[in-house]
């Protein structure tokens, strides 16, 4: 199996898959807070990947889930992508599901009756890093789409038949810039069906642009608290149906459960951690991070 990409990553919910890589690094690779993709983006050669997929087949022949890596596989041309999914079918028994990571970009790119190929080859579901739905974050933190964009993408991919999970990174607007931020986003996630939304918190890491900006006072990070009172406010405002998945070890309190079924108990552990959680010891928890 070919694995060079650095750190591998993936979306909590995939932790019962197995990673093909298809791509290394991210396209994109320009958000300010992100440090996860040293290397340019490369897409897999056909050969490496048909190789691999061969691996997998005798191996783990029933497997269920197959996880296409690199930042954002989904900007792949589209003869990578159907020779994947067509390699999976033919090879495994099991017929898998297969997610990856997607840009609101890449999704741009395709054309609907390319998405729709896509969804029919086998390709389940697409995990983006939307982050929010509030403009000036997304500017700022040079994500490269607006909250129009990733209303009009995503509700391209329902009409395609493509599921999504959206992310949502509390703190990117900075300090003082929570609750419209959690207006903002729980406003257009309510117009779209994610099947989670995965909550982060920013973390500045030593190297990444948003340390910089912070050091030179362009960007002011939000109190910890704020970033949980702007998750409550989120929760609170939130109208889809959707799991929230926010027991990422950067987030300092960490909830999961449906909305809108278990609204009240995520708002109740939520409320518990702004009544006694410590905004000290909080950052000092927080400085002491060297990588999510
Ligand atoms: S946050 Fe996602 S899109 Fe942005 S640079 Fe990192 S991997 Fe690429």
Not at 44 to 70: C, H, N, W
């Given at each position: 199996?070919?694995?060079?990409?650095?750190?591998?990553?993936?979306?909590?919910?995939?932790?019962?898959?197995?990673?093909?890589?298809?791509?290394k690094g991210c396209s994109h690779n320009r958000c300010?807070?992100?440090?996860?993709?040293?290397?340019?983006?490369?897409?897999?050669?056909?050969?490496?990947?048909?190789?691999?997929?061969?691996?997998?087949?005798?191996?783990?022949?029933?497997?269920?889930?197959?996880?296409?890596?690199?930042?954002?596989?989904?900007?792949?041309?589209?003869?990578?992508?159907?020779?994947?999914?067509?390699?999976?079918?033919?090879?495994?028994?099991?017929?898998?599901?297969?997610?990856?990571?997607?840009?609101?970009?890449?999704?741009?790119?395709?054309?609907?009756?390319?998405?729709?190929?896509?969804?029919?080859?086998?390709?389940?579901?697409?995990?983006?890093?939307?982050?929010?739905?509030?403009?000036?974050?997304?500017?700022?933190?040079?994500?490269?789409?607006?909250?129009?964009?990733?209303?009009?993408?995503?509700?391209?991919?329902?009409?395609?038949?493509?599921?999504?999970?959206?992310?949502?990174?509390?703190?990117?607007?900075?300090?003082?810039?929570?609750?419209?931020?959690?207006?903002?986003?729980?406003?257009?996630?309510?117009?779209?069906?994610?099947?989670?939304?995965?909550?982060?918190?920013?973390?500045?890491?030593?190297?990444t642009k948003l340390w910089g900006d912070i050091q030179?006072?362009?960007?002011?990070?939000?109190?910890?608290?704020?970033?949980?009172?702007?998750?409550?406010?989120?929760?609170?405002?939130?109208?889809?149906?959707?799991?929230?998945?926010?027991?990422?070890?950067?987030?300092?309190?960490?909830?999961?459960?449906?909305?809108?079924?278990?609204?009240?108990?995520?708002?109740?552990?939520?409320?518990?951690?702004?009544?006694?959680?410590?905004?000290?010891?909080?950052?000092?928890?927080?400085?002491?991070?060297?990588?999510?």
């Amino acid at each position: 199996m070919h694995y060079d990409d650095g750190a591998f990553w993936r979306p909590l919910f995939e932790g019962d898959m197995i990673p093909l890589q298809v791509a290394k690094g991210c396209s994109h690779n320009r958000c300010r807070f992100c440090d996860m993709y040293k290397q340019p983006f490369e897409a897999s050669d056909l050969e490496d990947i048909a190789g691999d997929i061969k691996e997998i087949a005798a191996y783990v022949p029933m497997a269920q889930r197959i996880f296409l890596t690199g930042g954002n596989a989904l900007c792949l041309p589209q003869e990578n992508l159907v020779f994947t999914l067509e390699q999976l079918r033919e090879s495994m028994p099991s017929k898998p599901s297969v997610g990856c990571f997607a840009r609101i970009t890449d999704v741009a790119r395709k054309s609907d009756s390319q998405l729709a190929q896509l969804a029919e080859l086998g390709l389940e579901n697409v995990s983006i890093g939307s982050e929010s739905g509030y403009d000036p974050a997304l500017v700022m933190q040079d994500k490269g789409f607006t909250a129009a964009d990733i209303e009009r993408e995503c509700l391209r991919l329902e009409k395609a038949g493509l599921a999504y999970s959206l992310f949502f990174l509390l703190g990117m607007g900075g300090k003082g810039k929570g609750a419209v931020s959690a207006d903002k986003t729980a406003a257009l996630y309510s117009k779209l069906r994610p099947e989670y939304i995965m909550i982060h918190t920013m973390t500045a890491f030593p190297g990444t642009k948003l340390w910089g900006d912070i050091q030179s006072g362009r960007f002011q990070p939000a109190d910890e608290l704020e970033n949980v009172a702007e998750l409550r406010r989120f929760v609170e405002k939130l109208d889809t149906e959707t799991f929230i998945l926010g027991n990422h070890i950067g987030n300092a309190v960490r909830v999961n459960g449906y909305v809108p079924d278990q609204r009240e108990d995520l708002l109740a552990a939520l409320d518990w951690g702004l009544e006694h959680l410590d905004e000290e010891q909080l950052r000092t928890w927080r400085a002491g991070m060297r990588s999510i």
